[in-house]
């Protein structure tokens, strides 16, 4: 049985802002179908990490590997990337539903217009993330959690094999955050591959059945179970306790 | 009106119309200041094309000049990237620079060519139209006309290809990126557009009118729609109704032109400003005190059900002491009172005491639940 390429394999992943340097070093793998928080303090280089896989920034050293394939333009075509929200400009004249459409913009090249099964596929993806009573919205009227639901919804329609994810929780209430998980979850059974930043310890366990503990370092990766140890988080967080003073629940999903 | 006051107004239109269409992405960019920058800057540009190509109004000269637009942008990046510069100073660093050296070259230089220093700041709608295009001894109008028309075919003709790419690398530049559109090519397309457009239309308006052409429909389109397409849409409309109002101003009072649009470019701003269905100030007064007469209602009602349980008589409900309780005028008191009351969300238990109604008590508790 041929064995099959991880989603995505970082080598060596050293990120610098002048000497200053956000990554250290960093060796991850990322299997094919698993859901992987990343998880470490602020300024952990977390979102660094996202975006020199995506190649936003320059890495000073390290090489990333989308499907056993050096991550170029075209590999990076592959990947959904859900943003932090607060990354683009939302009083720009535009409703919701052409923000989701945007995903589709690369389908068969810039040339194409966007045709019915394009339409379909957008009001799809509305109605998984629970907006679709809100598609003609002009997009700055809407709520942090929407706009994140938004953000959501784009990378549903980009139909990728990976999905890269910046806090896609961040400012979502509880029961929004819920069903988010449950979109997640839709993508894994489809053999997808997501990795997302995600802040709260205590629901980290519950959301993902992977984690990388990273702080400018890689601590530990792996399945949540092993990985996601009181030792590893003391040494990821530090000696300054944070949510996880009852030991976390250690039952991955 | 004459022919000659008909090409006047056709020439400022389409100055107009052609501005409008990088103005238009770069308010969206939050760009103005770089509209402000490209108009003076690209004056230097004319005088160093000018002496390389001596034909005024060349397609490569207008394109030599247009080069420094590119220029000052990437002049105003470098300074911001040193981290040592904002951007809006970086902006105020470089093009006073470079359009001083621009005004020297020509005191200097060309005593005696079309270019000198008053048009630099105005232009001059009236004089650019003797200009006349000639092919084979016949004439075609005024050349300004012809090259402004022609630069607004070849802006609206790429922003309409490229409307994708705009659209998302403004809005997103990093989808851009990874959908493989180069939000830096964008951008310097959109520059060198905006340096084409005020080189070509430098001699006709000058560099304050540029600015005016590009910046203000724009951001009166944007008081009046959030839709991309009605947006682009207004704003070649307003830019074109204001070049009309402006002439037949400038013609009733015999004055300059290009100062009469200017003038009623603003003003359409300002009456938008106030006056606009959903964004304007006068909407939003109305609604803001809307707002303040329906959240006190629900005051009132939430203030007496939190006190129902005192019994129906106490200084709680009374109608005299909602303005020591809630801190309301008296005249505020007594019409959020009746409003309630025609409402049917509060009864009076009798002239001094109020109490809420079924409904009012259900609106009380489902305000309450959240």
Redesign the interface.
Known sequence: MQTMPPALEVNDLTVAYRDKPVLWDVDLQVPTGVLMAVVGPNGAGKTTLIKAV???MQPAAGSVQVFGEPAG?QQ??R?G?V?QRT???WD????VR??VA??R??RGG?WRRADRRDAERVARALATVDMEDLADR?I?ELSGGQQQRVFLA?ALVQDSDLYLMDEPFQGVDAVTEQSMVAVLRRLQEQGRTVLAVHHDLRTAPAYFDWVALLNVRLIASGPMATAFSECNLRETFGGSAPEWTTPPATTAA | MSSLEFEILATAMTVSAACAVPGAYLVLRQMSMVADAISHTVLLGIVLAFLVVPLYGHPLMVFGASMMGVVTVLGIDLLKRTGLVREDAAIGITFPALFSLGVLLISLLTRDAHLDEHMVFQGDLVYSVFQRLELAGRGYGPMTLWKMAGIFLLNGALALRFHRELKIATFDPVLAATLGISPSLVHFGLVLMTSVTAVGAFDSVGSILVIGFMVVPPVTARLLTDSLARYLGLSLLLGCASALGGFWIARTVNGSVGGSISLVMGAMFVVVLLASPRRGLVADWHRRRRQRVEFAVRMLVIHLFQHRALGQRTEENHAGHLEAHLGWSAEFSRRITELAEARGLIRRVDTHWLGLTSVGERQAEQALAG
Request: proline share 8%; no cysteine.
């Open positions: 995506m190649g936003l333009r990076v075509r990947i990337y943003p990354s683009v400009d720009f004249p535009t409703s052409d923000v945007m995903g913009y690369n810039l002009q700055s784009r």
